[in-house]
């Protein structure tokens, strides 16, 4: 399958301050890319959908301004997360949309353990 | 709003033991259907998917899922687990058409013991 890599995959940061993660697509182009969240023991929530030279889609709920999407190229996006808090900490998981028609296909990344101290 | 329930959150199982997984919607439109399988460190694969036709769908490493329209529901199915199976097994749908807004079940973690 498709490779999708995310950067980095674990994170410590302080309170207070800003966390930048990456989402790569390596073998294939996306102009579509998503972040989600997942707390212990619960779903994948999605919280954004990311598009290419365009503003992302946010979920309800979700802060526009304290998770900054940007996707500048169709093989990258990121998302920032920005004045971090304790309740921000959280494992955060991008997947990449490989647009096939009948075989398209969303491949992971393998997640970014987030933990503000 | 919709939502993707799974029902067994751990599964502990001996090999060869025959496997089901239940999954169900909350939707009356139009769903795609996914189970995605994440093994111990590694990234989320699919394992198979429904979009139409014949609603017995086959997966990769002998899984297959059966939709069922009128029970809302989408269980995976493995006849004979290996040690190999032992994961996290995720349920998701979307309901608006190809892979926008994919929501996830919470997951059912599987043991597969020797």
């Known amino acids: 399958g498709a490779v999708v890599s995310q950067h980095p995959s674990r994170v410590i940061c302080k309170s207070g301050t800003s966390v930048k993660i990456e989402c790569r697509s390596l073998?294939?182009?996306?102009?579509?890319m998503f972040w989600y969240r997942q707390f212990p023991k619960q779903s994948l929530m999605l919280m954004a959908t990311?598009?290419?030279?365009?503003?992302?889609?946010?979920e309800q709920g979700v802060e526009k301004d304290k998770f900054l999407i940007n996707h500048a190229s169709l093989t990258l996006s990121t998302l920032t997360v920005t004045s971090a808090h304790p309740e921000d900490s959280s494992f955060y998981i991008c997947?990449?949309?490989?647009?096939?028609?009948?075989?398209?296909?969303?491949?992971f990344g393998q997640g970014t353990r987030l933990t503000v101290v | 709003a919709q939502s993707v329930s799974q029902h067994n959150h751990h599964v502990i199982l001996s090999e060869a033991a025959s496997l089901e997984l239940g999954c169900n919607y909350s939707?009356?439109?139009?769903?795609?259907l996914f189970w995605y399988v994440q093994y111990p460190g590694q990234h989320l694969q699919l394992l198979l998917k429904?979009?139409?036709?014949?609603?017995l769908v086959k997966g990769i490493k002998g899984f297959e899922a059966e939709f069922i329209k009128s029970k809302f529901s989408f269980n995976l199915r493995k006849p004979s687990v290996q040690w190999s199976d032992t994961a996290e097994y995720f349920c998701?749908?979307?309901?608006?058409?190809?892979?926008?807004?994919?929501?996830f079940g919470a997951g059912t973690r599987l043991a597969v013991h020797p």
């Open positions: 997947s990449a949309l490989r647009d096939r028609g009948l075989n398209t296909e969303a491949f």
């Open positions: 073998d294939f182009q996306a102009t579509t």
């Open positions: 990311s598009n290419e030279g365009s503003k992302a889609t946010y």
């Open positions: 939707y009356g439109g139009t769903v795609n």
């Open positions: 429904y979009f139409s036709g014949d609603p």
């Open positions: 998701a749908v979307t309901i608006s058409g190809g892979y926008n807004k994919l929501i």
